[in-house]
């Protein structure tokens, strides 16, 4: 996903419920637009929700691999609310209590390195939820298993079109096999994606992170 903007829509800011949060951005294949709906906030307050919202942002951003700059990510959070709103918010980043909210989201939490593992194809109706392979504390770790994994999947792999449609896109962290012209239609792809988890959900073991913390990240 690649231009990624927020939607938010809310019934209101002291009643916020119903509403529905999601990142919408540009397909980096296809050129199309895509849309992923966020987990519903657990809230019971307008604070809470605002705060849960703020991370939402800030690990979604991080898991892309796009870190913004503090003073662009409040800005892009504050432009999520309607007009008539955005004073009320900017108020809200504005009280003590919450000016260090970002240094308390990005400093109190150890960094994990997720693979995951997405993969489709169109033709056979395949559509298979994005599987987590491993987790890691220490990235390098992280990328010397992908690397495994890539070449275990590119032996073991049956390409059901011709070869010379058969198309790969790959860097430290992530690899891409794919049909030419019909990327979306069949692919795999493994990648890492780096996602900050609180120390106490983690239980290291030579750097990999255990199962729970694992699945807690997808």
């Not at 430290?172 to 890492?192: P, Q």
Request: hydrophobic share 35%; with cysteine; aromatic share 12%.
């Amino acid at each position: 996903m690649e231009k990624v903007q927020w939607s938010l829509t809310y019934n209101s800011l002291k009643e916020i419920k119903p509403y529905q949060l999601c990142p919408v951005g540009k397909c980096r294949i296809c050129g199309g637009r895509l849309c992923m709906e966020q987990r519903p906030v657990e809230a019971d307050s307008t604070d809470g929700f605002l705060a849960a919202v703020y991370r939402h942002l800030y690990h979604f951003h991080r898991s892309i691999g796009q870190c913004l700059p503090r003073a662009a990510f409040r800005t892009k959070f504050v432009e999520m609310f309607r007009k008539e709103d955005r004073a009320a918010v900017e108020d809200w980043l504005s009280m003590p209590e919450n000016q260090s909210i970002h240094a308390m989201i990005c400093g109190n939490a150890k960094r994990v390195y997720t693979i995951v593992h997405s993969w489709a194809d169109a033709d056979q109706g395949n559509f298979p939820a994005p599987e987590g392979m491993a987790a890691f504390t220490v990235k390098e770790e992280a990328r010397k298993e992908l690397a495994r994994l890539v070449t275990e999947e590119k032996e073991n792999r049956t390409i059901p079109f011709p070869t010379e449609e058969y198309c790969e896109e790959y860097g430290e962290d992530f690899w891409e096999g794919y049909r030419d012209g019909y990327a979306a239609g069949w692919f795999t792809r493994y990648e890492i994606i780096e996602s900050p988890l609180y120390a106490e959900n983690i239980e290291e073991k030579g750097g990999a992170a255990d199962d729970a913390a694992k699945t807690d990240l997808l």
